[in-house]
């Protein structure tokens, strides 16, 4: 069993529709996550950051953290075309951090 | 020149050639990291260099050779690569090792033939 789970898409969706992205995780030790967002191209870059369970809200996106359930969640609201891109989880306990395989997003004008 | 740069951003080699990829931080971090990115796989760690020391080295073939100079600057040295190897190869730094918050550069696209 791979220690993080992503489907890697792709995910196409209208624009102005709620994006739900997901994860889930095997290790228990996993205390901070993370998710990066990766336009084609370039690299991957932190969009939130989180080491809690519950909601982590930042303008339209909402990173979403269960622990008890191993689950992680990126909402997006109102999507826009400029969302379009890869998101990947990223999670560590102690030591490395362990990224997921990556969701491929295309927002529909 | 701010964030992460990485040289060249494409490059096509044989199997036999030598050749190197270049990053260079501007952020004052103290952590460098390679990372190996191929399709449908999850991010690869290759190297974590702490204060220009090698604290990782993720079982990685003999034929990558990293070098670290100094904390803004790294190195990975590419020796009889195979076509598995092809991939996009990552860049990264932090504040400290391993924090999970990293900057990553835009990456260098290798292809061996």
């Known amino acids: 069993q791979k220690e993080v789970e992503q489907d890697p898409g792709p995910l196409s969706v209208p624009e102005g529709a709620i994006v739900s992205l997901n994860c889930t995780y095997s290790n228990s030790a996993f205390q901070y996550f993370m998710w990066y967002r990766q336009y084609s191209r370039k690299g991957p870059e932190l969009l939130m950051y989180?080491?809690?369970?519950g909601n982590k809200e930042d303008g339209r996106f909402t990173a979403q953290v269960d622990k008890s359930s191993k689950y992680i969640s990126l909402f997006i609201r109102d999507s826009q075309p400029s969302d379009s891109a890869t998101y990947l989880c990223a999670m560590r306990g102690n030591e490395k951090l362990t990224f997921g395989t990556g969701t491929r997003l295309t927002i529909i004008p | 020149e701010t964030g992460v740069t990485q040289t060249p951003r494409h490059l096509v080699m044989g199997m036999t050639n030598k050749k190197s990829l270049k990053c260079e931080q501007h952020?004052?971090?103290?952590?460098m990291y390679w990372y190996k990115q191929s399709a449908k796989k999850p991010l690869e760690l290759m190297f974590v260099y702490n204060f220009k020391e090698q604290t990782e080295n993720n079982s990685v073939p003999s034929r990558f050779s990293p070098e670290c100079p100094n904390s803004s600057h790294l190195f990975l040295h590419l020796h009889t690569l195979q076509p598995e190897d092809s991939a996009l190869y990552l860049c990264a730094s932090s504040h400290g090792g391993h924090t999970g918050e990293l900057f990553f550069g835009e990456g260098s696209r290798l292809t061996v033939l």
């Open positions: 989180t080491y809690s369970s």
């Open positions: 952020l004052g971090h103290n952590a």
